[in-house]
């Protein structure tokens, strides 16, 4: 799976698919970055937080792919 393959260090894996049984590990009263291989599914659980009252959602635009190009670390 992609979060397997390497993520940002500190990263919660939260598939989209599960993300409504895991809103307890998203708290609402701090900034919540939201990221995947190319954004798309970022955004979707992007807006969904947002509907849900989470107002400091962001989508991290660059996404996984941007991150490793620009040299930053990743775990696995």
């Not at 895991?22 to 955004?43: F, S």
Request: charged share 20%.
């Amino acid at each position: 799976n992609e979060y397997a393959e390497g993520h940002i260090p500190g990263a919660v894996n939260i598939p989209i698919r599960t993300l409504a049984k895991n809103l307890d590990k998203l708290p609402k009263d701090k900034p919540v970055v939201v990221y995947c291989r190319t954004g798309h599914r970022a955004g979707m659980a992007t807006a969904a937080l947002q509907l849900l009252g989470y107002s400091n959602v962001r989508n991290f635009t660059p996404a996984i792919t941007g991150w490793q190009k620009a040299g930053e670390p990743i775990e696995k």
